[in-house]
């Protein structure tokens, strides 16, 4: 089973940005799509963005389609959320997940492994 630690989170200001990063040991991260959702105080985890472990497909939630880009480095091990143009609304602790589950999916029920997550804040 892989293991998935993220990191890069913190505060930054209304349109800022910021690259959170999620680092795997374990199991082998080039057969594993990836994804990160997020979740705010009260809220439920929500996704945000995906990429097929072939980095072949990639998905974005309406929410940050056009600010956010992820990117996925097998040698690495490691899966990137670059965010900018961040919005108040983006403030929320950030997972990364894996899943083995085709098609790509947008689902968290469908992702088997989770990280602990990363904090990030964004200030008006």
């Known amino acids: 089973q892989v293991q998935l630690v993220e990191s890069g989170g913190g505060l930054v200001q209304a349109g800022g940005s910021l690259r959170l990063s999620c680092a795997a040991s374990g199991g082998t991260f080039s057969n594993y799509h990836m994804g990160w959702f997020r979740q705010a105080p009260g809220m439920e985890r929500e996704f945000v963005a995906a990429?097929?472990?072939?980095?072949?497909?990639?998905n974005y939630a309406d929410s940050v389609k056009g600010r956010s880009t992820i990117s996925k480095d097998n040698a690495k091990k490691t899966v990137y959320l670059q965010m900018n143009n961040m919005k108040p609304e983006d403030t929320a602790v950030y997972y990364c997940?894996?899943?083995?589950?085709?098609?790509?999916?947008?689902?968290?029920?469908?992702?088997?492994?989770w990280g602990q997550g990363t904090q990030v804040t964004v200030s008006a």
């Open positions: 997940a894996a899943g083995t589950n085709w098609p790509l999916s947008s689902s968290k029920t469908t992702y088997g492994a």
């Open positions: 990429i097929s472990r072939s980095r072949g497909t990639i």
